[in-house]
């Protein structure tokens, strides 16, 4: 039963495949719809279980330009078959005819490098779907629908998309999700959760309106943040819900965009932890979630994971300048090492764990930390200009766009996973964010435009775009950049700062 | 919305359920709207309507397992849910029952878990492990052996039973490694139960992190160190290492038990050498490799350049620019 007033729009179903995004609440819906690409998707399973001479798919040859890594499996191979080989041999056979583009499943056209140009159109298209309605299906996105929003705007701004056009939309959306304790839920009559208000505050900065910023009561959000702070210096997601490094991001998110006080309110409980501010602790709850591999768990004793290596860098970049708060709660050979192996070849891309196979969105999770790391390597900025020494990339930026381009792109719009994956909002908005991490430098600046000294930092990153003779892609798949740490445009990052620090905020 | 299960009963006619606001009473077109099925609109009109009253009772209960069994990714209903178990005083038996077969049918939902965490920290209900939750855990793990939410939930029921030297603990994770040694979520698991922070240290990755009193350097290592149970890891590091050289995750759990030691890696120079031969050019592990190269930074610099320069250009070259980082921090 439709429950939006006017008639209903006729849409594809991107969402037939969305796996467990790290920060959402949702599953994967059961349901598949899309049986048109499940057959078009369809390849044989030519590899060998044997465990001599494993071979790969496609022995057909490489498109011209693509160097021999990309197109061989690794150099060591242990005979020993166990499921996590299993796994991996398969990803490699699905993604060699892709690298080499040799696959018909691929657009094109190929450049000189053997790289497939961004099909851009496709998926601004696929993207404008997925923020239209959906079928009775997928109604496990229901506590989700923050994050759809964010998701379908953040791609879109990505690809040169003006969204303030729907800002009516989106604020017609966001309100009802609003709870006056504070916060925003999944939708209407949902508890509030830390990871559909750091959707709905994004949301609200990428259409960038005074009637958006407005929307949010502030006075109630702190009170509710003073009531997920711990006694060990962590959030949790919700009231009654866990605590991990995702609640961590997306509070320091939220209090230093919405320019929230950092007093902890005088009711809550952390007070009886010792803890003045909402930002106590903060920093020693994340370096125990480090793991002995170097990486950074959800919570702390946990396997090292991607995607929370990227909340907790994050965080720690909001608190202060990295350099200082990485390096002190960090142990960092160990950090670059583990960060450093989630790079595979052939497969160019990154995997958020030991052993694991890789995944498109940690095109951001991973490939999104990078450029924290380098920040605290290169030290205190000392002009408002790029720094003129600096520590330069750390990873493969052509391994990481060859994955994106060559094996992301689903031939009818969206981006995924990996080959053979239906493509969904998320991946569509992670990969595209870390492909334009990919072509751009990230650098901070001494200067931030906030009058407010809290987090000043965070508010002083600028980037520029990468050299031509940088890039294996070309100048036609530029996208704009993203602020590293608030993955929005730097200056709707920095207009909704300034607007909230120009609103009186009574305790 | 006359129409419907709830609306027919007389059980809830006492109900004014309260209608979904989707926000398009503004006149604009909500994002991303869901065509809900009738049934599911009905039963969440019905749950924010006994939600807002903060009602407990059998039939609101009932009414969370309604809506779980039509949407499990709906967090809401799960705290909702744990209330409302509690203040009725429900057997919490049959609830991790009722909750084992809802996990094993969605093997990656995230509420499943903390929601068993909440029922197991009761210490008025558990004051000791249940006899058959290792069983189910491993039954879990047979479905998807490094399912993220479930390890989460086994490292918290350790550290809140207190069960790090229980051997049914070790056992576990040694048939985990023994049906694939690649998997890094029990290393991890075990490196926990090894050399994890006990009794009333904070919950950590490593010792001694999070403390005033060290530095991040200082972090994984122990003040009190069992030699005995280091060499005995450090063995069972080495026979996992021989049957599948290049697999990560012995490696570098061998390097966390040297670090909780405050022994360094110089001593498995041997070992680590047996899978590089750079004359012959049989290089059997590129984490051996590094692992020299890591032996050699410190004094011997040109060795070291030679390892890092071995990675970079045959055996792990797309981790390059790494690499090139680590050849310029060597001292020649």
């Not at chain 1, 391994?399 to 994106?404: A, K």
């Not at chain 2, 009190?224 to 063995?235: A, I, R």
Request: hydrophobic share 35%.
């Amino acid at each position: 039963m439709p429950t939006v007033a006017g008639k209903r729009r006729n849409v594809r179903f991107p969402f037939a495949h969305l796996k467990t995004a790290p920060l959402t609440t949702a599953q994967k819906p059961q349901k598949q719809t899309q049986k048109q690409n499940q057959n078009q998707e369809k390849r044989p399973d030519t590899r060998s279980t044997s465990s001599q001479g494993r071979k790969m798919a496609s022995q057909a040859a490489p498109h011209p330009g693509t160097p021999a890594l990309f197109t061989q499996p690794p150099p060591i191979r242990d005979p020993l078959v166990t499921e996590t080989t299993d796994l991996q041999d398969a990803t490699l056979s699905k993604c060699l005819p892709f690298l080499k583009g040799t696959s018909d499943l691929q657009k094109g056209p190929f450049n000189a490098s053997g790289v497939p140009a961004l099909q851009r159109d496709d998926h601004v298209e696929y993207l404008y779907d997925s923020l239209e309605d959906y079928p009775a299906g997928f109604v496990a996105m229901d506590s989700s629908r923050p994050w759809m929003i964010y998701w379908g705007l953040a791609g879109l701004t990505l690809l040169g998309e003006d969204v303030s056009r729907v800002h009516q939309r989106v604020i017609a959306s966001i309100r009802p999700m609003q709870n006056p304790t504070g916060g925003f839920g999944g939708g209407h009559g949902q508890i509030s959760h830390l990871a559909s208000s750091y959707a709905a505050v994004l949301s609200l900065a990428m259409v960038g309106s005074s009637d958006a910023f407005a929307l949010v009561d502030r006075q109630a959000m702190w009170q509710w943040l003073g009531r997920l702070k711990q006694a060990d210096g962590g959030f949790r997601v919700c009231e009654g819900g866990e605590e991990d490094v995702r609640g961590a991001y997306c509070a320091s998110v939220i209090i230093s965009l919405l320019n929230l006080p950092l007093d902890l309110p005088p009711t809550s409980e952390a007070r009886l932890a010792g803890f003045d501010n909402l930002t106590d602790g903060l920093g020693e709850y994340l370096s125990r979630c480090q793991s002995f591999e170097g990486g950074i768990s959800g919570s702390p004793g946990v396997e090292a994971h991607g995607a929370y290596a990227f909340c907790a860098l994050a965080c720690l970049s909001i608190l202060g300048p990295p350099e200082n708060t990485i390096a002190k709660h960090m142990n960092l050979p160990l950090l670059l090492s583990w960060l450093s192996a989630r790079q595979y070849a052939p497969e160019g891309g990154f995997s958020g764990r030991t052993n694991k196979l890789v995944d498109g969105c940690y095109s951001h999770w991973v490939g999104g930390c990078w450029p924290l790391l380098q920040s605290a390597l290169d030290g205190k900025p000392q002009s408002a200009s790029a720094p003129s020494t600096t520590v330069g990339s750390l990873f493969s930026r052509e391994g990481l766009d060859r994955y994106i381009l060559a094996c992301c792109q689903h031939p009818q719009g969206g981006l995924r996973d990996k080959p053979g994956k239906h493509a969904d909002a998320y991946h569509t908005c992670y990969v595209l964010t870390g492909l334009s991490a990919t072509q751009h430098h990230h650098y901070r600046t001494d200067s931030s435009p906030c009058a407010n000294k809290n987090f000043s930092s965070a508010f002083s990153w600028r980037s520029k775009p990468t050299s031509a003779d940088e890039n294996v892609f070309e100048k036609s798949d530029r996208l704009t950049a993203f602020h590293p740490i608030y993955v929005i445009p730097h200056q709707a990052a920095e207009k909704m700062r300034l607007w909230y620090e120009a609103e009186p905020f009574a305790t | 919305m006359a129409e419907g299960k709830y609306a027919n009963d007389p059980e809830w006619e006492s109900i004014t359920p309260i209608q979904l606001d989707d926000g398009s009473d503004s006149g604009a077109m909500p994002l991303a709207s869901i065509a809900y099925p009738s049934e599911y609109l009905e039963a969440t009109s019905y749950l924010r309507a006994v939600m807002a009253a903060n009602e407990m009772s059998e039939r609101a209960l009932r009414l969370t397992e309604d809506v779980i069994s039509l949407n499990p990714a709906h967090y809401t209903v799960w705290i909702y849910r744990a209330k409302i178990l509690f203040a009725l005083e429900k057997d919490l038996l049959e609830e991790l029952e009722w909750l084992n077969g809802v996990s094993l049918k969605y093997l990656k939902n995230y509420q499943i878990w903390h929601h068993r965490q909440v029922l197991m920290a009761s210490k008025a209900h558990f004051p000791t492990i249940p006899t058959k939750e290792l069983d189910f855990l491993m039954e879990m793990f047979a479905q998807d052996s490094k399912n993220y939410h479930v390890w989460t939930y086994r490292h918290w029921l350790i550290r809140h039973f207190k069960l790090w030297d229980l051997p049914r603990e070790l056992e576990d994770v040694e048939s985990l490694i023994k049906a694939d040694v690649r998997n890094n979520s029990a290393w991890n698991h075990r490196y926990m139960l090894r050399f994890g922070p006990r009794e009333d240290a904070p919950a950590a990755g490593m010792a001694n992190a999070g403390s005033a009193l060290s530095t991040a350097d200082e972090k994984g290592v122990l003040t009190v160190v069992d030699e005995d149970l280091v060499d005995f890891e450090l063995e069972f590091a080495k026979a996992q290492i021989v049957r599948a050289p290049e697999n990560r995750s012995p490696w570098w759990y061998a390097r966390g038990v040297l670090r909780a030691a405050g022994r360094g890696v110089g001593e498995w120079e041997g070992f680590a050498g047996k899978f590089v031969d750079t004359h012959s050019g049989d290089v059997r592990s590129s984490h051996a490799v590094e692992w020299l190269a890591d032996v050699y930074a410190s004094g011997e610099g040109v060795k070291a350049v030679e390892m890092f320069t071995l990675l970079k250009e045959k055996y792990d070259p797309i981790r390059k620019n790494y690499w090139d980082y680590r050849i310029q921090q060597v001292v020649v």
